[in-house]
């Protein structure tokens, strides 16, 4: 199976070009953003050696449909898909912080609990907490953006307001959407049998509005457990069946990768690709509630840039 690895495209009117862990954008005349979702995979900051093949085209649709389906919270970039794997919007001004929130103890929060601490970002967690358990009301913890080969790096309110990032009256904004897309997610998520533990969101700023940029509640950027025998898992101290990146963490700690110096990434066997890919075809079906149909991939990159120059030409 083709994978998306990497695209050497030279569109009309481009101005630049910014190559992510996972997306390639490109700057159409300063006025929109072609953004194109790979196949790359990354975990702890690392991209990692072999591509997930239709992993891209999964986190564009469900994105996709989730802009759709939260424009009436929050304004988004969106303005066209015209192809499974790219996306064309506004060129906004993002803003240099990612919005984390999170509605469950687990992941990265529970093994920074586990080892002694009692808050993150600047927000207090009480003791007694268990692995997976929810909080009383999801918490934001943001974290800075990092360039490529950088760990973002978690930031508390007050130190985004010392430092100047954003304004106070711009946070306020994000927060309140935040937590409006969130609670919008958790609806929609439960309605399929999935929770929504903990997601990601990006703003930017187009003609001074706040806009909603880049994916939303997707595999990549967001945790789902299945509700369905979340209890029964929780209340005996077992792992909970999830939805998620997680699994690809998981199996990577298993075989001693954190992203660490010195530290080699596990052989990555076609067996090993097929399954990561099989588990992001399930979120999305299981998220969507809508059969996955495959795009053609027998001549991926032609038929991506294709249909970008047939957008740009209309």
């Not at 929130?101 to 993150?120: A, D, E, F, P, Q």
Request: glycine share 6%.
């Amino acid at each position: 199976m083709n994978a998306v690895l990497e695209t050497n495209f030279e569109l009309p009117k481009q101005v630049s070009k910014y190559k992510g862990k996972v997306r390639e954008v490109f700057n159409i005349d300063n006025k929109e953003l072609v953004m194109i979702v790979t196949d790359r995979l990354s975990a702890f900051d690392v991209v990692l050696p072999k591509g997930i093949p239709f992993k891209g085209q999964v986190l564009n649709q469900i994105a996709d449909k989730f802009l759709d389906a939260t424009a009436d919270i929050v304004p988004n970039w969106k303005t066209a898909t015209p192809d499974a794997n790219v996306m064309v919007g506004k060129y906004a001004d993002s803003f240099p912080i990612e919005m984390i929130v999170r509605g469950y103890l687990t992941g990265s929060s529970w093994r920074s609990y586990k080892n002694g601490s009692r808050s993150i970002c600047g927000v207090a967690i009480p003791d007694g907490m268990k692995e997976h358990q929810k909080f009383p009301t999801p918490i934001i913890t943001p974290t800075t953006k990092a360039d490529q080969g950088f760990h973002d790096e978690d930031i508390s309110r007050e130190e985004i307001l010392k430092q100047g990032l954003v304004s106070e009256e711009d946070y306020v904004l994000l927060e309140k959407y935040s937590l409006e897309l969130f609670e919008r997610g958790t609806q929609i998520a439960a309605e399929k049998g999935l929770i929504l533990v903990d997601t990601k969101y990006e703003f930017g700023k187009y003609n001074g509005e706040i806009i909603l940029i880049d994916e939303i509640h997707t595999p990549d950027s967001s945790r789902y457990f299945y509700a369905d025998g979340y209890q029964e898992r929780f209340d005996k101290g077992e792992n909970q069946r999830q939805l998620s990146k997680e699994f690809v963490r998981e199996w990577l700690m298993e075989n001693g990768f954190q992203g660490k110096e010195g530290q080699s990434i596990p052989e990555m066997t076609d067996k090993k690709v097929e399954e990561i890919s099989d588990r992001y075809i399930e979120l999305y079906e299981v998220i969507t509630g809508e059969k996955f149909v495959k795009a053609d991939t027998n001549n991926v990159i032609d038929r991506i840039e294709k249909n970008i120059l047939t957008y740009l030409n209309k």
